[in-house]
């Protein structure tokens, strides 16, 4: 049977994030994830500029990270396989996962119109041009939290990567300014093919990320209750995180465990329904590595229902 024909079948969620989706008393009736991407999904990927990737670096660590070229540098020759015509920077931590047979999550975002997809597989080749994936999960997101952004490609000149252990005084500005981060998760062990590595995208207002010391405060707002990320972080609490300074093309990567208080106290950014908390324990600061100049848009609608800390 080819995937076209199977379009109707979707894959199940995974047993942690049916757990997720009980303990937070809320989930969809079905989960619309494919084992195939369909053709929409295909053609999106391929006029992207940029694309956002979960890996594992050599201790099982989820690492957030984003790859960029000219649109078409992915492509879709079948329905099960994205070809990216790029690599990692040899001094991005996510590199160290770039082996063949290797989980990685992608997930496209355009952010000129908030329009995103994921497609979760296996490494199945690695070579100097670009990466092929086999893809085995495809799936669609909402627009929510998503702020609009005009990229214009342009060349910067990067710097040696800084690694660290625990988060400076630039670090935490960076972050509490944020009004847009990345996550990358993994499932653990047990749950076998239904799971795997994935990437998020999480949005709101400027504050809306708390930090005190190396901990960072993240409010869950309403999404689309699939609970993908925080079904993988009930199994294993490994997060990578992805910051970027949409001004100086910097970016920032984060790993931490993360602890969710699914019944938050006290008070919080509006529209939260949850809290998850980060401990972050190192992360790299890698200067001018976004080759875009960033013009900001607007807000989206719900962002706009939010609070910040």
Known sequence: MSPQDGATAFLPFHRDELAAQAIAGQGPKGAPIRAFMPDQHRA???????????????????????????????????????????????????????????????????????????????LAAVDAGGLTVHVSQSFGNCAQYIQTRQPTAMARAAAPVEAFDGLDDATRALVA?????????????????????????????????????DTLAIPDFRGNRFFNTLGNLLGDPRAGLLFIDFASGDLLQLQGRVAIDWTPGGAVPTGAERLWRVEVERGWRRRAAFPFAWTFGDYAPTTLRTGAW
């Open 177 to 213: 300014a944020a009004d847009t981060f990345f996550v990358a998760s993994r499932s653990r062990p047990e749950v076998g093919r239904d799971g795997g590595l994935d990437m998020s995208h999480r949005g709101g207002r400027p504050g809306f990320v708390g930090v005190e010391g």
């Open 44 to 122: 999106f990927f391929a006029g992207l500029p940029y694309l956002f990737a979960a890996t594992a670096d050599e201790r099982g660590w989820p690492v957030a990270s984003v790859l960029a070229g000219t649109p078409g540098f992915v492509q879709s020759p079948d329905p099960v396989t994205l070809r990216i015509e790029a690599c990692p920077a040899t001094d991005d931590p996510a590199a160290a996962g770039l082996a063949i047979g290797c989980d990685v999550g992608l997930l496209g975002l355009d952010l000129t119109n908030r329009r995103r997809n994921r497609a979760n597989g296996r």
